[in-house]
């Protein structure tokens, strides 16, 4: 079955960098669109980035410029760079499968990972 495993979460400063990495396996995950999302306490998840199997790219307007996202698919690994980290951007970060399907809903996206917190304090 499709297995997605976070890591790299942590507490970092405001200004400071952090790097998040999805290991995936039981999918095809070079064909597979990818996406990271995020959900701080009471609010919804929300996108965040995503990259196609192309390795095209997208991201919220909220961390463009500020965030990256790109994948080894030889490592069957996405990762998230995260620079110049603000306190809003505290939350429980997801990595998610979307398969073939190129989106930025919540719903479109088919398999999720257990989480991973990030805290920036300010």
């Known amino acids: 079955q499709v297995q997605l495993v976070e890591s790299g979460g942590g507490l970092v400063q405001a200004g400071g960098s952090l790097r998040l990495a999805c290991a995936a396996s039981g999918l095809t995950f070079s064909s597979a669109t990818m996406g990271w999302f995020r959900q701080a306490p009471g609010k919804e998840r929300e996108f965040v980035a995503r990259i196609s199997r192309t390795s095209s790219t997208y991201y919220a307007m909220s961390v463009k410029g500020r965030f990256t996202i790109s994948r080894d698919n030889a490592k069957n690994t996405v990762y998230l760079q995260m620079n110049s980290l603000k306190p809003e951007d505290t939350a429980v970060y997801y990595c998610?499968?979307?398969?073939?399907?190129?989106?930025?809903?919540?719903?479109?996206?088919?398999?999720w990972g257990q989480g991973t917190q990030v805290t920036v304090s300010s």
């Open positions: 998610a499968t979307a398969f073939t399907v190129i989106s930025v809903r919540v719903g479109d996206y088919n398999y």
